[in-house]
C-alpha cells in the first residue's frame, strides 16, 4: 500500500520559518516524481514545488520562489520542502504526491498518490 504522510506543519509569525517532511511507502520512492500542493479554505489547491525522481531539478510557482527550497532524500524514502519568509498568504494545508509519468508535472490531477496535508498557519 502506497502511503505519504506530511508533517512539520504548525503556527508561526510572518517572516518565520517551517520545514515539511514527506515520508513514503509501499513503493520504490525513485520511481516517482514528487509534487506540493496547497489549498486555502475557498481556494482551489495550487501547485508549490515539484522535484524531479533524481532530484536533480526543482520547480516551484512564482509566489514561493527564492522562499521555499525542495529537496529529496532517496535512500531515506522522504521529500522536504523549507520554507522561510513565511506570509499570512502562505496559510494552507500542504500536500505531497507522487507522480510515476516521466516529466514532473505542475497539474494536480497527474498525480497517482497523495498524503492527508499537514496545516500551516502563518500569523501576522
Known amino acids: 500500500e502506497v502511503q505519504l504522510v506530511e508533517s512539520g506543519g504548525g503556527l508561526v509569525q510572518a517572516g518565520g520559518s517551517l520545514r515539511l517532511s514527506c515520508a513514503a511507502s509501499?513503493?520504490?520512492?525513485?520511481?516517482?516524481?514528487i509534487g506540493w500542493f496547497r489549498q486555502a479554505p475557498g481556494k482551489e489547491r495550487e501547485f508549490v514545488s515539484c522535484?524531479?525522481?533524481?532530484?536533480?531539478?526543482?520547480y516551484y510557482a512564482d509566489s514561493v520562489k527564492g522562499r521555499f527550497t525542495m529537496s529529496r532524500d532517496n535512500a531515506k524514502s522522504t521529500v522536504y520542502l523549507q520554507m522561510n519568509s513565511l506570509k499570512p498568504e502562505d496559510t494552507a494545508v500542504y500536500y505531497c504526491?507522487?507522480?510515476?509519468?516521466?516529466?514532473?508535472?505542475?497539474?494536480?490531477?497527474?498525480?497517482?498518490?497523495w498524503g492527508q496535508g499537514t496545516q500551516v498557519t502563518v500569523s501576522s
Open positions: 509501499g513503493y520504490t520512492f525513485d520511481d516517482y516524481a
Open positions: 504526491a507522487a507522480d510515476s509519468a516521466f516529466y514532473v508535472s505542475q497539474i494536480a490531477r497527474e498525480y497517482d498518490y
Open positions: 522535484i524531479t525522481k533524481s532530484g536533480g531539478t526543482t
